[in-house]
């Protein structure tokens, strides 16, 4: 098969989706691989090193979508390549459909298979190509946090961890899956009081056990989010709904009581954000204000780490692209259900039920597509 992969073009994101060694591993499987002009530089990887792995360099990204059929990307499709997306091609990469009605509906008018990294599933039920990312957006998180509550940022000019004799900052982390977990033990690293928050009870049993005596884990609910947001110096939204859209967890009333220049970090932005006021934003013009409280909403927060990010993320995806690559979309996912579970379209039909219920369309029942 002839594997494409992209430059991307997102604002300020450097990730690549193939590493040379990656290319390497294809290239020996008897796989072609064609990689667009400078698509690894932002994460340390020159033309020259996908040459010596055994890749052919295209100058332009028309020329990728023309020969590959199997396109590799990180971020999601940008609308200067939709006209480029062909019915034979398989596009894996991330999609986040269910926050995105432009691009959703441009990948149904193209009728490409459309495999979303972010809801592959792994044999233990988890999400492994979500996971290496949920770990750098929620360690980041909380440099961000810790960042835009100084005073220079225009927070409230306070130390996450204090000092002697000062009390530290209060975390609250509002969900207790990876993003949140990665997030709680950088804010403990750092001396902050964390309070994070889960509606599971054997998960809230697992961060009792785990987390530092700085963390407090506690049951999440409306109001018990409404109280200790009011403590709160820095809020992380890390809830995650696989492929829906995140639940709105902070209201815009809600601002109103909370402290002025709290930072609000929403690492579901992808989804949809999981706070009412929440809109996407960019590395290059990262946070706004909304009644005096500042919101950090970058919706590729892995992108400012390229070299960790990029190592991370294909050492995960590599098998899948292998597998495709080697048995076509369709085998590899009747043979890997986790793999199936990422199908999100085939040839303008969802599959998955999340962006079918986020948009009110028809769900294909995903046994008909791979019939």
């Known amino acids: 098969m002839i594997i494409g992969v992209l430059k991307e073009i997102k604002v300020h994101e450097n990730r690549v989706s193939m590493t040379p060694a990656g290319v390497e591993m294809a290239v020996a499987r008897g796989h072609t691989v064609v990689v667009e002009?400078?698509?690894?530089?932002?994460?340390?990887?020159?033309?020259?090193?996908?040459?010596?792995?055994?890749?052919?360099?295209?100058?332009?990204?028309?020329?990728?979508?023309?020969?590959?059929?199997?396109?590799?990307?990180?971020?999601?499709?940008?609308p200067s390549e939709y006209d480029l997306i062909q019915p034979h091609h398989t596009v894996f990469t991330y999609f986040h459909?269910?926050?995105?009605?432009?691009?959703?509906?441009?990948?149904?008018?193209?009728?490409?298979?459309?495999?979303?990294?972010?809801?592959?599933?792994?044999?233990?039920?988890?999400?492994?190509?979500?996971?290496?990312?949920?770990?750098?957006?929620?360690?980041?998180?909380?440099?961000?946090?810790?960042?835009?509550?100084?005073?220079?940022?225009?927070?409230?000019?306070?130390?996450?961890g204090g000092v002697t004799g000062v009390a530290p900052a209060t975390v609250l982390i509002i969900g207790?899956?990876?993003?949140?977990?990665?997030?709680?033990?950088?804010?403990?690293?750092?001396?902050?009081?964390?309070?994070?928050?889960?509606?599971?009870?054997?998960?809230?049993?697992?961060?009792?056990?785990?987390?530092?005596?700085?963390?407090?884990?506690?049951?999440?609910?409306?109001?018990?989010?409404?109280?200790l947001s009011r403590e709160a110096d820095a809020i992380i939204g890390a809830v995650l709904v696989a492929g829906a859209k995140a639940p709105k967890l902070i209201t815009r009333e809600m601002l109103r009581d909370l402290k002025p220049g709290c930072v609000l970090v929403d690492v579901a932005i992808d989804q949809g954000g999981c706070f009412e006021t929440s809109r996407p934003t960019t590395h290059a013009d990262p946070i706004f204000e909304v009644d005096g409280i500042i919101h950090y909403c970058v919706a590729n927060m892995p992108g400012a780490v390229p070299i960790t990010s990029t190592m991370a993320l294909t050492n995960a995806t590599l098998p899948y692209v292998l597998a495709i690559a080697g048995k076509g979309w369709k085998r590899a996912c009747q043979e890997d259900p986790g793999l199936a579970a990422g199908l999100n379209m085939v040839a303008g039909r969802i599959t998955h039920p999340g962006v079918a219920e986020a948009f009110g369309l028809p769900l294909t029942p995903m046994d008909e597509v791979l019939a």
């Open 176 to 227: 207790g899956g990876i993003v949140g977990t990665n997030a709680a033990m950088m804010a403990a690293g750092l001396g902050a009081r964390v309070l994070i928050l889960d509606t599971n009870l054997e998960r809230l049993r697992y961060l009792s056990e785990i987390m530092p005596k700085n963390v407090t884990p506690l049951m999440s609910s409306p109001a018990t989010i409404r109280e």
């Open 97 to 160: 459909f269910a926050a995105d009605a432009g691009l959703t509906a441009a990948i149904r008018t193209s009728g490409c298979v459309a495999l979303a990294y972010e809801t592959v599933r792994g044999k233990d039920g988890g999400l492994p190509l979500l996971t290496p990312m949920s770990e750098v957006a929620g360690r980041m998180a909380v440099q961000e946090a810790a960042k835009y509550n100084e005073r220079t940022h225009g927070g409230r000019g306070i130390l996450l």
């Open 37 to 78: 002009a400078n698509a690894g530089v932002g994460s340390g990887f020159d033309d020259a090193a996908y040459t010596a792995a055994g890749a052919r360099i295209l100058p332009r990204p028309q020329d990728v979508f023309a020969e590959a059929e199997l396109i590799l990307h990180v971020k999601e499709p940008q």
